[in-house]
């Protein structure tokens, strides 16, 4: 999601999952990135997102490679079944 006009209240019921590159053109990865990372996963929390994981990979911006982007379909994959899960009744 990349959209910026959600509300709080929109945002509490989405489950949410943060990924990271480490070698991304645009964000590089620094201890400031990870930082602020931690930061939004406890807001995120603090909103009752019921649901908040947050990712790092060892890639580019785009996951360009099998290797780089495998690991992250797999993990998406699992968030996407556990979402599933948790709010079937």
């Known amino acids: ?13 989405i489950p949410i999952m943060l990924c990271f590159s480490s070698k ?4 590089p ?3 400031a990135q990870r930082e ?5 996963v406890k807001v995120l929390k603090a909103l009752e997102v019921h649901v908040v994981e947050c990712k790092y990979y060892d890639g580019d911006h785009g996951l360009t490679t099998e290797a780089m982007y495998s690991p992250f379909v797999e993990d998406v994959m699992k968030f996407i079944l556990g979402v599933i899960v948790y709010v079937s009744p």
């Open 1 to 13: 999601m990349f959209s910026m006009d959600l509300t709080e209240e929109e945002l509490s019921g």
């Open 36 to 40: 602020l990372a931690k930061r939004v």
């Open 24 to 27: 991304d053109e645009f964000i």
């Open 29 to 31: 990865d620094h201890p």
